[in-house]
């Protein structure tokens, strides 16, 4: 994370994403069962530490952001402060980062700050509608293509701001339906088997990135076929259940 401080004296306080570790992902997939994941902890330990050291809630002023898990954290942090920082905060901006199991949503913290929320994604967004409740969202245009488009670094940009896009691009709103079906579907031990089995998996490989994993893609293939049974068993729910889903589409 960093702390910018603009010219009208706004503190603007902006959170990484997830890297290229299968560590950061595999907490990232956490989110799908767990309350709370460390990333989040550390992050809402870092805004009340912005707070304390600038005076946030005696009169200062801030906007929080963050892309993809940054954009997460960004709106965790925000919801979990404490109320007299949280209504320093002028805008949360969510940069095509996922969102939160509905019981978060119903949160005192999240209703205060819903409103200030500001979610903007792509047209081929995935991750940014990832446990995506709401409604309200700015779709932006990009120079890549599919799901590269998640890389903010290629959305398009005018003299005020982001190229504005109609919205969501049909197939990937067919996609994200089913994503948000199968997810519902299971149940939070279900949910917390199928990525517990996907990460041991992973690890079998030797791999530790994703680059590393997609330099020897049979590596997957021999790890998943030398899998205990546990490990197979739950790989194979998790795969029949989401296959069902897609034909219900």
């Known amino acids: 994370a960093v702390t910018f401080l603009t010219d009208d004296g706004t503190y603007c306080v902006a959170f990484r994403g997830t890297d290229d570790n299968i560590l950061g992902w595999k907490e990232d997939f956490r989110m799908s069962f767990c309350r709370e994941v460390p990333a989040q902890r550390r992050a809402l330990a870092y805004l009340k530490s912005v ?8 009169g200062g002023k801030a ?8 954009g997460n954290l960004a709106v965790w942090s925000a919801m ?37 929320i500001h979610t903007v994604v792509p047209e081929r967004s995935v991750v940014g509608m990832f446990f995506y409740y709401g409604s309200r969202y700015r779709t932006v245009k990009s120079t890549a ?38 997810i519902a579907n299971m149940n939070e031990a279900e949910r917390e088997a199928v990525v517990e089995s996907l ?11 994703l ?37 219900k589409k």
């Open 51 to 58: 707070a304390k050291n600038n005076g946030l809630a005696d």
């Open 63 to 70: 906007v929080i952001c963050g892309h993809s898990k940054g």
């Open 80 to 116: 979990h402060v404490e109320k007299n920082v949280r209504d320093a905060i002028s805008a949360v901006y969510n940069f095509d980062g996922p969102g939160f199991l509905r019981n978060v949503k119903c949160s005192e913290g999240y209703r205060d700050i819903e409103k200030r």
């Open 145 to 182: 293509k599919g799901l590269y488009q998640h890389d903010a670094m290629s959305w398009l940009i005018e003299p005020r701001g982001f190229t504005p896009a109609a919205d969501i691009a049909p197939e990937y709103k067919k996609v994200n339906k089913i994503l948000s079906r199968w």
């Open 199 to 209: 990460f041991k998996l992973l690890y079998s490989t030797k791999a530790t990135t």
């Open 211 to 247: 680059t590393e994993l997609a330099a020897d893609s049979p590596a997957l293939w021999r790890a998943f076929v030398r899998s205990d049974a546990d490990t197979s068993a739950a790989l194979k729910i998790g795969l029949r259940a989401l296959f069902a889903d897609y034909k």
